[in-house]
């Protein structure tokens, strides 16, 4: 069982920045993925970004340019710097880990952004 805990959410004016945290646990030494992903009011869960624990990363395209995805394996911490947010980013973003062998999903309860002014 994967635990993950995330951090930093909150209210930020447009074009302002945030960084989320999310710790996992216990200490992970198989292959994985660690993602965010959001989810606004109304609206389907969407990818954000992932890193792989060789990290290589995929970004959604809305987000590219402003978002920066990086992980610490040491931590077996994920973060997720966003830049130059918009009110269209407002969302609850949720930490996602994946085993790449087996594909078993581990989700965080979640982090409130709002972006307004």
């Known amino acids: 069982q994967v635990q993950l805990v995330e951090s930093g959410g909150g209210l930020v004016q447009p074009g302002g920045s945030l960084r989320l945290s999310c710790a996992a646990s216990?200490?992970?030494?198989?292959?994985?993925?660690m993602g965010w992903y959001r989810q606004a009011p109304g609206k389907q869960r969407e990818l954000v970004a992932r890193?792989?624990?060789?990290?290589?990363?995929n970004y959604a395209d809305f987000v590219k340019g402003r978002f920066t995805i990086s992980r610490d394996n040491a931590k077996n911490t994920v973060y997720l710097q966003m830049n130059s947010l918009k009110p269209e980013d407002t969302a609850v973003y949720y930490c996602?880990?994946?085993?790449?062998?087996?594909?078993?999903?581990?989700w965080g309860q979640g982090t409130q952004v709002t972006v307004s002014s």
């Open positions: 890193i792989t624990s060789g990290s290589a990363t």
């Open positions: 216990p200490s992970i030494d198989s292959s994985n993925v």
């Open positions: 996602n880990f994946r085993f790449v062998i087996g594909g078993r999903v581990y």
